[in-house]
């Protein structure tokens, strides 16, 4: 199985439920879910997001 990384840094808390782009983003494409317009992202979706954004820029002990 192939992982897709589609970001370099985790996307904003409440960025887009599918894409994670900001709100407003208009349509966009994604292959899968197709068109869309923004929806909100889960609360899970939310802390995920947060606590990956949190890890990247705490500096990692050696």
């Known amino acids: ?3 897709r990384v589609r970001y370099h840094q985790a ?3 409440d ?3 599918w894409c994670g782009f900001a709100n407003p983003h208009g349509l966009q494409y994604l292959p899968g879910k197709g068109g869309h317009q923004w929806e909100p ?5 939310r ?4 606590r990956a954004r949190r ?3 705490t ?4």
């Open 59 to 62: 500096p990692k002990e050696t």
């Open 11 to 13: 996307p904003s808390p």
């Open 41 to 45: 992202p889960t609360d899970a979706q």
């Open 1 to 3: 199985m192939t992982a």
């Open 15 to 17: 960025g887009c439920r």
């Open 47 to 50: 802390l995920a997001r947060m």
């Open 55 to 57: 890890a990247a820029r």
